[in-house]
């Protein structure tokens, strides 16, 4: 097991005193590693954001359905006194 956390800034790995055993290619992992949870964070994020505007069109639509019932009730309302 490595031990990495005990870098205190003296070099990015075998760091002076620290006890820290972790080489540049478990380092190299780790980044990566980070990289990809960054990624997945900003697709997470990227979805969130479509569902919402897809929400909010989904309400617009609701919306608008709500007023076409009322120009159709509002039509058959007048039909009906015209007979």
Do not use: F, H, W
């Not at 990495?4 to 800034?9: E, F, L, M």
């Not at 075998?14 to 990809?36: H, K, Q």
């Not at 990624?39 to 007023?67: F, G, M, P, W, Y």
């Amino acid at each position: 097991m490595s031990n990495c956390g005990n870098n205190r800034g003296y070099g990015p790995a075998y760091s002076r005193g620290s006890g820290c055993t972790c080489g540049y290619d478990e380092i190299a992992r780790m980044e990566a590693a980070l990289a990809n949870a960054v990624r997945s964070l900003e697709n997470t994020e990227c979805a969130a954001d479509q569902i919402r505007c897809a929400l909010k069109d989904i309400d617009n639509s609701i919306c608008d359905n709500r007023a076409a019932v009322k120009d159709i009730q509002e039509a058959l309302c007048q039909l009906k006194c015209r007979l």
